[in-house]
């Protein structure tokens, strides 16, 4: 190994976000302690083999660890085509599935809005899949952690995970999105971590055993090789909760169900294609034999579930499906349909990552659960379990 030369690196800022100790990194790279020491004060340059290891160790890539004073602020980067990302708009960085994406920053659908370092510039467009993007008088935007899903309660973890807690922070960022497109991101490496909701079915909780940071208790997988192609994912629960028609406080209009959406009577403010709740409300209207067309403001779509209750909070409409939680968020009446459990998918790629390992220990905080109970009506018994297939 080379030393004397002055060389910018990351290594201690990685070990710190994994909660790992010097030592602990030097054995699972074969070397000794002082050389772990050496290589984050910058005292030694590590041979090509210990970089690769210390790389691979941290699933980062060389160049994220180690970098000459000199660096350009100026980076090629992944574009996701579905974010319309155009030249000055603030994107966050992330990497995922070996390569380096940007997500736009700014919107309604982004929680918390991304600060400096974590944020930079889109500069120009190379095509609609790349670009560059610019840190303006840094070295370039620091990597983020991405969460997809219209859960109320990715916000909140969001924020939990950005806490330092002990160790480097990270900027954990909430991308507000229905069910499908959740998913589609996952599969096409654009967010770390997608939740998705489903119907509860207690008989597949996959168990009594807890799901755990260490790779070596992940065996649960799932896979989708449809319309968003193949890829092998962990599910976590995230929480339960339940959803139904949202109304306003004292339903003064007297809605009592479906039937009352027919013949225009009520305005009703509904969520995107592709969004569970959307695929509910059909659901229900072909029960009672209601067409579209009968519904007032069938086509009055927004994002989330907050969305919904702001519209009806508003006036803008009488009702619409949501969650429990975003009911009691704007003090709307609340009409239960049907329980969801809440689960979080993550590639299986990524067991050994060192953010795997926060996330779950978020999730089994105590801090965490009450703070999400909260936050708004939700069962978190069996947050962190494994889901079977």
């Known amino acids: 190994m080379e030393t004397g030369r002055a060389l910018q690196n990351q290594v201690a800022k990685y070990r710190q976000f994994a909660n790992w100790s010097q030592a602990f990194v030097a054995d699972r790279i074969g070397v000794t302690r002082q050389t772990v020491r050496l290589i984050e004060s910058g005292k030694m340059i590590p041979s090509t083999l210990v970089a690769l290891r210390l790389a691979q160790l941290f699933h980062v890539s060389v160049e994220d660890l180690f970098a000459e004073d000199t660096v350009s602020s100026e980076q090629l980067v992944d574009v996701w ?6 030249q000055g708009h603030r994107v966050v960085v992330a990497d995922i599935g070996g390569r380096r994406i940007v997500r736009r920053a700014v919107g309604t659908e982004v929680y918390p809005i991304p600060a400096a370092p974590y ?5 120009h467009s190379v095509d609609k899949n790349k670009g560059i993007v610019s840190g303006g008088m840094g070295p370039g935007p620091e990597p983020s952690f991405l969460l997809a899903g219209c859960d109320l309660g990715l916000g909140l973890l969001s924020s939990h995970l950005s806490k330092p807690a002990g160790r480097a922070a990270v900027n954990a960022v909430w991308l507000a999105t229905d069910n499908e497109r959740a998913r589609r991101q996952l599969f ?41 192609g193949a890829l092998e994912v962990m599910r976590i629960q995230f929480a339960r909760w339940q ?6 406080p004292g339903n003064p209009q007297g809605f009592g ?24 409300l059909d659901h229900l209207l072909a029960e009672a034999g209601i067409s579209q ?9 927004v994002g989330g579930h907050r969305q919904v209750a702001e519209a009806i909070a508003s006036g803008l409409a009488h009702v619409g499906i949501g969650s429990e939680t975003a ?11 049907r329980t969801e459990r809440s689960e979080l998918w993550i590639p299986l790629s990524q067991r050994d990552h060192p953010m795997t390992d926060r996330l779950m220990q978020v999730l089994h905080s105590d801090t965490f659960r009450k703070d999400l109970e909260s936050y708004g009506p939700c069962d978190v018994q069996k947050m962190g379990w494994r889901l079977e297939k």
């Open 81 to 86: 085509p579905d974010d319309a990302v155009v």
């Open 119 to 123: 944020v930079g510039t889109l500069k």
């Open 188 to 228: 096409a490496h654009a967010v770390h971590v997608a939740a998705v909701h489903v119907a509860d079915d207690a008989a597949t909780d996959g168990g009594d055993e807890r799901a755990s940071g260490s790779g070596e208790r992940y065996h649960s997988r799932a896979s989708d090789d449809g319309a968003f």
């Open 243 to 248: 959803v139904g028609w949202l109304v306003q």
């Open 257 to 280: 169900g479906v039937e009352d959406l027919a013949h225009q009577r009520l305005r009703l403010v509904n969520r995107p294609k592709g969004s569970g709740v959307r695929k509910l």
């Open 293 to 301: 067309n009968e519904v007032s403001q069938y086509e009055f779509c």
């Open 327 to 337: 009911a009691a968020m704007l003090g709307l009446d609340f009409l239960p349909l």
